[in-house]
Nanobody
Framework: QLQASGGGLVQAGDSLRLSCALS????????IGWFRQAPGKEREFVAT????????SYQESLKGRFTISRDNANNIVYLQMNSLKPEDTALYFC?????????????????WGQGTLVTVSS
């Protein structure tokens, strides 16, 4: 029901926009979060946007480079990633929480999509 897409192989300094599409439900009732997991590391919080789009939260170290937004008319949430670095290489997941607001913990979310792989070469 959650489909993440948009990953790929890019060079350092490039940009990518990831998409998280929700099917079978109405996205505007869900807060959506992005998480990532690099090889051998724990899954970590990246960004989240509230169900109505009025609140966004980011991992502190990603502020200014990553932007989360939503298009409720098309049931999609985006993660714009700029000035990518090799350390951004990871499998990126999106997750949904009913009436979610500033949810930054993995356990806050109701369900998850499969990941989309982002690889940043130096």
């Amino acid at each position: 029901q959650l489909q993440a897409s948009g990953g790929g192989l890019v060079q350092a300094g490039d940009s990518l926009r990831l998409s998280c599409a929700l099917s079978g439900r109405t996205v505007h009732t869900y807060g959506i979060g992005w998480f990532r997991q690099a090889p051998g590391k724990e899954r970590e919080f990246v960004a989240t946007i509230s169900w109505n789009g009025n609140s966004q939260s980011y991992q502190e170290s990603l502020k200014g480079r990553f932007t989360i937004s939503r298009d409720n008319a098309n049931n999609i949430v985006y993660l714009q990633m700029n000035s990518l670095k090799p350390e951004d290489t990871a499998l990126y997941f999106c997750a949904a929480k009913l009436w979610g607001w500033a949810a930054i913990s993995r356990g806050d979310y109701d369900f998850w999509g499969q990941g989309t792989l982002v690889t940043v070469s130096s």
